[in-house]
C-alpha cells in the first residue's frame, strides 16, 4: 500500500513553485551526482544506458571479463527519514533559517484509508516523501547524496543510479578474478549505509550478468560466491534486456515479438480508425518501442536491424493498406519515415550535438574526443571527432 497525497490547489502551484527553484539551485551549483540521471534534466534512461553499455563493450573489446550487478530498493520513497533529509538538505544542500524550516512541514503529515463508506483512524507519517508531488522526487535524490561518497570510494567498480535503480559493474583481466572480492566489500558497505538511512536492498529484485567468454563464465560464477545465486542469462535493465555478449539480440527478440502482438490486434482494430488515427496508434504502440534507447543499437548486427526493420515495413503496409507484397521503400518515403539504421544514426546525431553544445549530462561528452591530426591540415578547423579504434565489430 502506498498512501497518494492529495493536495489542495495552492498546495501544489507552491509546491511546483518551490520544486522549481530548488531544482535550479541543485543544478547552478551541480549538487546531484554526476552518474544520477533519475529525475535530471537533460538525463534518461537512454544516456544511463549508453554509458553503463559503452564501459561494458570497451572492456570487452579489450578481451576483459565485466559483472554487471543490478540492485533495486524496496519502497524506497516511503522509508526516507524526515530528520536525515533535513540534515541533507542543511549539510549537502546549505539550506538554513526560513528555507530549511518550510521543509519541515514534512514530519506534520497524516493519512486515513478510506473503503466504500468507512474510513480508518489517522495515523502521523513519520517516513517518505510525498507520492504524486513535485517535490518528492528532488527530494528523494538529495537524500541519496551520501551514497555517492561510498560508491566512488571503491576505485574499479564504477555505477550509475536512475533513481532507486543501482548499477555497479566491475571489469577485470581473466588472471584477475581476485577483484570480486572488491565487489563483495561495496555491496557491504551499500547495504551498511541502507541500514543506516532507513532503505533496504530487494533482494529478489538482485539481478548479475556475467560479460565473458563462454569458457571463463563458470570460473566468474564460482568467484562470486554467494552472489552467484542472483547470476542470470540476460537482464533487464531500465526497459532493455541486455545479454553477455552485449549484442541485444534477446532485446531485439522481445521488441518483435511484442510489437507483433500489438500490430495483430491494431490490425482488427483498423476497420473503424481513420488513417490520422490510425497513425497515432501504430506511433503509439510500435514506433515508440522501436525507438526506446535506439542510440544503443549501433551495436546490433545486420540480421537484427532487418527484423526491426520488418516491423516497421508492417507498420507502413498496414496503414497505407497496401498488400505485404507491396514494395514498402516507397511507401516509407511517402510518409516521411526513416529506416530503422537511419532512425539510429539520427539519434545518436543528436545527443552527439547536445553533448558539444552542453545539453546533455557531462559522462556523455566525456566520451567523446576531438580529432588532432598528426600535421596541420584544412580539416584542423572542422571540429572533427576522434573514432577510435576497436578489435570487435558487429556482423
Not at 224 to 250: C, I
Request: one cysteine or more.
Amino acid at each position: 500500500f502506498r498512501p497518494i497525497s492529495k493536495l489542495p490547489f495552492i498546495s501544489k502551484i507552491l509546491e511546483n513553485v518551490v520544486a522549481k527553484q530548488l531544482t535550479a539551485a541543485l543544478d547552478e551549483h551541480n549538487l546531484y551526482d554526476s552518474f544520477q540521471s533519475g529525475f535530471c534534466g537533460a538525463h534518461s534512461t537512454e544516456t544511463a544506458l549508453l554509458r553503463v553499455s559503452n564501459g561494458l563493450l570497451t572492456h570487452s573489446d579489450e578481451v576483459d571479463c565485466s559483472v554487471l550487478v543490478l540492485l533495486d530498493l524496496t519502497a524506497a520513497f516511503d522509508t526516507v527519514d524526515h530528520h536525515l533529509l533535513l540534515d541533507r538538505l542543511r549539510d549537502w544542500v546549505g539550506l538554513s533559517g526560513t528555507a530549511l524550516e518550510w521543509f519541515s512541514h514534512l514530519s506534520e503529515r497524516s493519512f486515513s484509508v478510506i473503503i466504500s463508506k468507512f474510513r480508518s483512524s489517522t495515523t502521523s507519517l513519520t517516513h517518505g516523501v510525498p507520492q504524486g508531488s513535485g517535490l518528492g522526487p528532488p527530494l528523494f535524490l538529495l537524500y541519496l547524496l551520501p551514497l555517492q561518497c561510498i560508491l566512488s570510494s571503491f576505485k574499479g567498480i564504477s555505477y550509475h543510479l536512475y533513481a532507486d535503480d543501482i548499477q555497479l559493474y566491475i571489469s577485470f583481466k581473466p588472471h584477475e578474478m581476485s577483484k570480486l572480492q572488491l565487489l563483495h566489500s561495496c555491496l557491504d558497505s551499500i547495504k551498511t549505509w541502507m541500514a543506516e538511512n532507513f532503505l533496504q536492498l530487494n533482494d529478489d529484485k538482485t539481478e548479475i550478468l556475467i560479460c565473458a567468454p563462454d569458457k571463463l563464465v563458470p570460473k566468474v560464477r564460482d568467484s562470486l560466491g554467494q552472489l552467484a545465486s542472483h547470476t542470470k542469462p540476460s537482464v533487464r535493465n531500465l526497459g532493455v534486456t541486455f545479454d553477455p555478449s552485449l549484442t541485444l539480440d534477446s532485446h531485439v527478440s522481445s521488441l518483435v515479438r511484442s510489437s507483433f502482438f500489438h500490430l495483430r490486434n491494431i490490425t482488427k482494430l483498423s476497420p473503424i480508425l481513420s488513417r490520422s488515427e490510425l497513425e497515432i496508434v501504430l506511433h503509439t504502440f510500435i514506433s515508440s518501442r522501436l525507438d526506446y534507447c535506439n542510440s544503443l543499437f549501433t551495436c546490433l548486427s545486420r540480421t537484427s536491424l532487418n527484423r526491426l526493420q520488418v516491423v516497421q515495413n508492417t507498420c507502413a503496409q498496414l496503414l497505407t493498406k497496401s498488400s505485404k507484397h507491396t514494395h514498402v521503400t516507397p511507401l516509407l518515403f511517402q510518409l516521411h519515415w526513416l529506416l530503422v539504421k537511419f532512425r539510429v544514426h539520427f539519434q545518436i546525431l543528436v545527443l552527439v550535438f547536445r553533448a558539444l553544445h552542453g545539453q546533455a549530462p557531462s559522462y556523455i561528452g566525456d566520451l567523446l574526443s576531438p580529432y588532432t591530426p598528426s600535421r596541420s591540415l584544412r580539416s584542423s578547423d572542422e571540429s572533427l571527432l576522434a573514432v577510435e579504434h576497436t578489435r570487435l565489430k558487429t556482423k
